[in-house]
């Protein structure tokens, strides 16, 4: 891969404070700008750890894209035939996407799914700080059209509030961490669900990775990057990152 220092700078503009407020919480946007390439640094990486090379993929996702903080990202990073994806629920990141990102395609997705994507199309689904924030049943139900729209042998890499923000939790809810500790999941809110709506950041759920690998049935879980050890990234600070593999017929 061409190192950071040599590669030409993105074409994709920054979004304005407001759009890196709404997904980032920060106004910085220097920092958000270095974070794109980095971002996709830091995935490709995980993912040659497993012996996953991101130049052999002709389709990948980023599922919850936000306002294409990671799809610019791979700008000059990917084979010139592979189709980049997005897909976001807020219809005003969404067209950010469109209108910034010539190398990508964006649509607007629901809270639960279909999406408009054939079955076993992608080699690539990353879903990054998107399970962080979703109820038990939305969960369920994008991991099963994940399982329907990746390819057999295909890849999904999942990111979750785990090791380094147990405890964190602890702090703020005795009863959560207990029960995040028992159940492997626990979803935290921010507040009353009348000021806030289902998918938004006040919805902070957390997961161990043997429940993660459970409800990923059809995949093996193939590595486990623990937040606690390995962030802070800029792929996603803390968060662990679980990579999986769909299993072959």
Not at 49 to 75: H, K, M, P, Y
Not at 100 to 128: E, W
Request: hydrophobic share 40%.
């Amino acid at each position: 891969m061409i190192t950071s220092d040599i590669r030409p700078p993105l074409s994709t503009p920054v979004p304005d404070d407001d759009l890196i407020f709404l997904i980032a919480g920060h106004r910085d946007r220097g920092s958000f700008a270095e974070s794109r390439r980095a971002a996709v640094d830091t995935l490709v990486g995980m993912l040659a750890e497993t012996g996953v090379n991101t130049l052999d993929f002709q389709s990948i996702l980023d599922f919850g894209c936000g306002c294409g903080r990671i799809l610019a990202g791979w700008e000059g990073s990917l084979g010139p035939d592979t189709e980049l994806h997005g897909c976001d629920i807020n219809e005003q990141l969404v067209r950010f996407c469109q209108e910034s990102l010539k190398h990508a395609l964006v649509v607007q997705s629901n809270y639960l799914p279909p999406l408009p994507y054939t079955d076993h199309k992608f080699d690539l689904i990353y879903a990054n700080s998107v399970y962080t924030h979703l109820v038990l049943s939305a969960m369920l139900s994008w991991t099963g059209e994940i399982t329907r729209i990746v390819k057999p042998g295909g890849i999904a890499v999942i990111t979750m509030q785990g090791s380094y923000y147990a405890a964190e939790l602890a702090k703020v809810s005795k009863e959560g961490s207990r029960i995040l500790a028992e159940r492997g999941y626990y979803i935290y809110l921010r507040g009353k669900p009348e000021d806030t709506w289902l998918g938004a950041n006040n919805y902070l759920a957390f997961a161990t990775p043997d429940f993660m690998r459970r409800i990923f049935a059809g995949f093996d879980l193939i590595r486990a990057f623990p937040g606690v050890s390995h962030g802070p990234t800029h792929l996603a600070a803390f968060q662990d990152v679980l990579i999986f593999r769909r299993a072959e017929p």
